[in-house]
């Protein structure tokens, strides 16, 4: 590549802006703009490109309509009710909340599709209740709360694969689908692994729930329960679209807090639309500052120039996805999950196509990949998350979230090499990938 091509120039200054803390999202239209400017290229196109990708993409629209639903949920009292009904499933086991931790975000990841979400919401109350009377240190509480919530996305719903399809024209409802053996696939991982630390530190027994108490609980929690049942089979019967769904999913969880539960005041309501509000903006201004940039990089043939550089290497498709494996676990260390989706991600599809990967297999080994990112240092998001609410040190984080990690990094190997762990569902109701 040319140094001083308008392409490279256009990278060194969104690169300057990113560091000095310009949004990403800005960076890349800031970019974007001086490259259709030292190309001569008309200068609307900036505008047509972001209002046309803006606008036209309906599936968009899940995305802030799904943190909606998250936001509804932390704010009433369907996370408590929740989390008293999966204590009631593997609470009577050693080390039973470190499990109730994992089967929660288990039961989380059918309604939010934001493992950020989980964290802040169920992995709050979660850390308070694990480190009550020090029966967990912080450090270990804030680790697994951080590796459980990656598996939100991984379960439908999921926001990132959301993103993906609109990336990739894949189909959402047949990813969700492939994202079901692999999220639980990695819950049973970390619930061994949970077992053995808990064996291993002696971590204490909780009291067993009374039986003539468990129906009650379950009563409780029915409505809360029904929530990702009610999503799922909307999408999977065809009576709505996802994005349909997600409406109806944050209208459920509203419902039910306020009529049912009773449990949101007026300023709740205005506190959930405000931060679900910024958050959506947030991933909106990436969503739009990606759409531009990737004109631009469709502009200088730089997919095409990748995948014609590695069918010359011969890659094999098992090869190639090593490659991506490696590329996407290294960037995840260093780059936000959103950015890589949105940016890298686009680069590489034209080859996997060319190589006969499947994009539903291509699309879950990718969000795996960027769910890992979220876990791993020096950027892991959620541990920096976990250490504002825990007050652990970031490193004691890391150190007991490590054989959690190892055991993720198994799964997205399992699901690299055995792509049926990911096309067996998708597959089973007629999917033809």
């Known amino acids: ?203 204490p027994v909780e009291d067993p729930v009374p039986l003539r108490q468990i129906p009650l609980i379950t009563w409780r929690a029915f409505p809360s329960l029904m929530m990702p049942v009610l999503l799922l089979g909307c999408i999977y019967s065809g009576i709505t679209t996802p994005t349909e769904a997600a409406a109806l999913a944050a209208a459920y969880a509203l419902v039910i807090s306020v009529v049912l539960y009773r449990s949101i005041s007026f300023a709740d309501f205005y506190g959930s639309l405000l931060v679900s509000a910024k958050t959506s903006a947030s991933i909106g201004m990436l969503i739009a500052g990606s759409l531009v940039f990737n004109y631009v990089v469709t502009v200088e043939n730089i997919p095409d120039s990748i995948r014609v550089l590695l069918t010359g290497w011969e890659m094999t498709p098992t090869t190639f996805l090593i490659l991506v494996n490696v590329i996407l676990l290294i960037l995840g260390c260093i780059l936000e999950g959103t950015a890589i989706l949105l940016i890298i991600v686009p680069v590489f599809i034209p080859t996997a196509q060319a190589l006969g990967i499947d994009m539903v297999h291509f699309g879950v080994v990718v969000v795996v990949n960027i769910m890992l990112g979220l876990v791993t240092p020096p950027y892991g998001l959620l541990l920096f998350i976990m250490t504002n609410i825990s007050g652990a040190p970031v490193k004691d984080i890391i150190r007991d979230a490590a054989p959690f990690i190892f055991w993720m990094v198994v799964c997205l190997v399992i699901i690299t090499f055995v792509p049926e762990t990911v096309l067996f569902l998708p597959r089973l109701l007629g999917y033809q990938g």
């Open 1 to 203: 590549m040319n140094l001083a091509s308008p392409f490279s120039i256009a990278i060194v200054l969104m690169t300057f802006l990113a560091l000095i803390g310009m949004p990403i999202g800005l960076s890349m239209i800031c970019g974007s703009i001086l490259y259709l400017f030292m190309t001569g290229a008309d200068m609307g196109t900036v505008a047509e490109q972001l209002l046309n990708g803006m606008y036209t993409n309906y599936i968009i629209l899940a995305v802030p309509l799904f943190i909606l639903a998250a936001e509804f949920m932390n704010i009433g009292s369907m996370t408590e009710r929740l989390l008293t009904f999966c204590n009631v499933l593997v609470g009577r086991f050693r080390g039973g909340l470190a499990q109730v931790n994992v089967v929660q975000s288990i039961i989380f990841a059918g309604m939010s599709g934001s493992a950020i979400a989980d964290a802040a919401g169920s992995g709050r109350m979660m850390q308070s209740m694990m480190t009550r009377d020090n029966r967990y240190t912080p450090s270990f509480a804030a680790a697994l709360t951080a590796v459980t919530s990656v598996i939100g996305p991984i379960i439908p719903p999921s926001i990132p694969m959301v993103l993906y399809a609109l990336v990739s024209d894949a189909s959402i409802g047949y990813l969700f689908l492939g994202g079901m053996i692999p999220g639980l696939l990695m819950a049973g991982l970390q619930m061994m692994q949970v077992a053995i630390t808990a064996r291993r530190k002696n971590f």
